[in-house]
């Protein structure tokens, strides 16, 4: 109980950013548009500095087995989800950015502030282990789908910069080279932006937005359901059935922090692609507002089930 409370708080926190991003709007100190330069600097600056700072840890044989739980079960989670969405994706014919915004969570930019919160700075490297591994489709599959590109540029994806990112980060971490400290505090500065710079481009959007429209919006709530109910409920199903949490002491924790991964609300980074590639930002910024409301209550209690449920 004493987590989910702790969860709730920090859910609030990230709530009241995006509120100021959408009254700096309102007062007409910025316009709605302004949102999509800061998108970027999230994509391309912000999110690099938080991969490379979260491998910067000692390197040591329960660490390495620990990234090993968290990858096995990051990957099993990604594929196996985006089977499942795929087939929602028929099932109540979703568009492109319906079906970004249910599979996609907001991990990138969550994650890293709410396991920091509860857990500890030491728990973070696990939960970049799942951001790490959703960037990969997120330049893949996310990029594809929201661009309505017909293939995959392999070149563009393999040159990305948060690809580039893992592989630095990945590579620093296996041959234990620690970064001057200088460097390191600078990365983590600028990766401490992450959560505030993504609330805020949210509530920028909103701000342009016709509030009925989105709130009298049927589908925005349908949307939100899945990625905030169905999709937590079936990863919890996924993660008890698969009995990683027993391969450790860390385990439990480890498969905690991959299921906050995946049960955060819908991706900002899906607002931002949608942005960057001319496709419906105002709707999925509309979704990503209502999951992030929806996450003050739904995130709490899954994980309560994932606590009580052996």
């Given at each position: 109980?004493?987590?989910?409370l702790?969860?709730?708080?920090?859910?609030?926190?990230?709530?009241?950013?995006?509120?100021?991003?959408f009254?700096?709007?309102?007062a007409?100190?910025?316009?709605?548009?302004?949102?999509?330069?800061l998108?970027?600097?999230?994509?391309?600056?912000?999110?690099?500095?938080?991969?490379?700072?979260?491998?910067?840890?000692?390197?040591?044989?329960?660490?390495?087995?620990g990234?090993l739980?968290?990858?096995?079960?990051?990957?099993?989670?990604?594929?196996?989800?985006?089977?499942?969405v795929?087939?929602?994706?028929?099932?109540?014919?979703?568009?492109?950015v319906e079906?970004?915004?249910?599979?996609?969570s907001?991990?990138?930019?969550?994650?890293?502030?709410?396991?920091t919160f509860?857990?500890?700075?030491?728990?973070?490297?696990?939960?970049?282990?799942?951001?790490?591994?959703?960037?990969?489709?997120?330049?893949?599959?996310?990029?594809?789908?929201?661009?309505?590109?017909?293939?995959?540029?392999?070149?563009?994806?393999?040159?990305?910069?948060?690809?580039?990112?893992?592989?630095?980060?990945?590579?620093?971490?296996?041959?234990q080279?620690?970064?001057?400290?200088?460097?390191?505090?600078?990365?983590s500065?600028?990766?401490?932006?992450?959560?505030?710079?993504?609330?805020?481009?949210?509530?920028?959007?909103?701000?342009?937005?016709?509030?009925?429209?989105?709130?009298?919006?049927?589908?925005?709530?349908?949307?939100?359901?899945?990625?905030?109910?169905?999709?937590?409920?079936i990863?919890?199903?996924?993660?008890?059935?698969?009995?990683?949490?027993?391969?450790?002491?860390?385990?439990?924790?480890?498969?905690?922090?991959?299921?906050?991964?995946?049960?955060?609300?819908?991706?900002?980074?899906?607002?931002?692609?949608?942005?960057?590639?001319?496709?419906?930002?105002?709707?999925?910024?509309?979704i990503?507002?209502?999951?992030?409301?929806?996450?003050?209550v739904t995130?709490?209690?899954?994980v309560?089930?994932?606590?009580?449920?052996?």
């Open positions: 109980m004493h987590m989910s702790l969860l709730m708080e920090q859910i609030l926190e990230l709530f009241l950013m995006i509120l100021m991003g009254i700096i709007v309102k007409g100190l910025v316009t709605d548009e302004d949102s999509k330069v998108s970027k600097i999230v994509l391309y600056l912000i999110i690099p500095c938080v991969i490379i700072n979260a491998f910067q840890v000692n390197y040591t044989p329960k660490t390495v087995h990234l739980i968290a990858f096995i079960a990051s990957v099993m989670l990604q594929i196996l989800l985006l089977i499942i795929s087939f929602m994706g028929k099932l109540f014919c979703l568009n492109e079906i970004a915004s249910i599979y996609y907001n991990s990138g930019n969550l994650i890293v502030p709410i396991v509860i857990l500890g700075q030491e728990w973070v490297l696990y939960g970049c282990v799942f951001m790490s591994v959703q960037l990969i489709f997120i330049w893949t599959h996310c990029k594809k789908i929201i661009s309505r590109e017909t293939s995959y540029d392999w070149r563009k994806i393999v040159l990305n910069i948060n690809m580039i990112s893992i592989a630095f980060g990945a590579i620093l971490f296996f041959a080279i620690h970064l001057p400290e200088i460097l390191n505090n600078t990365l500065s600028v990766g401490d932006m992450i959560g505030p710079a993504s609330m805020i481009v949210a509530g920028m959007l909103f701000a342009g937005m016709d509030l009925k429209k989105i709130f009298g919006n049927k589908r925005v709530y349908i949307i939100s359901s899945l990625r905030m109910i169905v999709i937590p409920l990863a919890l199903a996924l993660i008890k059935l698969s009995r990683l949490a027993a391969l450790s002491s860390d385990a439990p924790k480890i498969m905690l922090i991959v299921f906050l991964a995946v049960i955060t609300p819908s991706a900002s980074t899906v607002t931002q692609m949608c942005q960057v590639y001319g496709n419906d930002a105002k709707y999925a910024s509309a990503n507002v209502v999951t992030t409301l929806c996450a003050i995130m709490p209690l899954m309560l089930l994932f606590t009580y449920i052996k």
